[in-house]
């Protein structure tokens, strides 16, 4: 049987909003949602990507060289991958710069193990263990879950972050070994679920009642997630409505309440991978809108005790 294997994308340590206690957060590719303001484009797609960082470059034309497909130029505004190339990495390996590089690694079960446990000192001392984020981790669901277990048996706590969307199955796989989960609502409203993610949120919602009462009924931590993107989810009716459900079918098994605030320092991400982005110039949300978000909150029935603002907030001015 061959080893089970992940494209990872990032391993972040030292993480403290990635579950409980400080936290070893693993990003894995792949995602069925396609937001608008999404942070982490190189998550979006499950197979291997490669990406260009202009000012890494030295323009030694090594990659173009190398290409057995011709698939690389050049122009006045750096390099291109046209329609031919098929992602074989020459052009990373021949590039002495890392200008050209892949976005995601491949890691065995047994590798990635031992990587993080390198950190279970941490663990230990601050509480905390390993979070599986992404992309959507469910998108790699037979990794995962046999990461958690192999987690667990080595006694380390394990986070599942998920957009929540997936087959009951697959939730299913990876559910009973998360000792937390975290759950993204951005929308109540479907129809605008489905305008900036490019999916209705029925199955969401269900999978989150799902998780709602496997923590119940197994004392599992939940915590909920909403980003703030400003005119998109960071409107007082959106709050007030995500509010509302947590408030009415959660709010005995929900822990705590997230407000993501926006910020556009991905912008170089979309540059590397030379694609455009909406929020490119969007400037951080004003303390006094990020306020009056959380005043909708309480006012919607959260305990104030439940709500965290998290994210770069520009001070409003006098
Ligand atoms: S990945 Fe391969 S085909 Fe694509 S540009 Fe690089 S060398 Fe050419
Ligand atoms: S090989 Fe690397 S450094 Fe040289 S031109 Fe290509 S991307 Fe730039």
Known sequence: MSELTAQVFEISRGTTHDGPGMRTTVFLKGCPLRCAWCQNPEGMRTEREIWWEARQCINCRECIAACPHGALADDAHGLHRGATCTVCGACVDACPAQAMAFTSREWSLDGLLHEVLKDREYFHAFGGGVTVSGGEPLCQAAFVSAFFQRLRAEGVHTTLDTCGLASRTVLQSVLPHADAVLFDIKFIDSALHARFTGQPNAVILENLLVIAGHARSHGQTLWIRTPLIPQTTATEENITAVGRFIRERLHDVVERWE?????????????????????????????????????????AGVAEEKLVVSGLIARDTV
Do not use: H, I
């Open 259 to 299: 407000l993501c605030a926006f910020n556009n320092a991905c912008n170089r991400k979309y540059q590397k991978m030379a694609r455009s982005w909406p929020y490119t110039n969007e400037p951080l949300m004003r303390q006094t809108t990020v306020d009056g978000l959380r005043t909708a909150a309480v006012t």
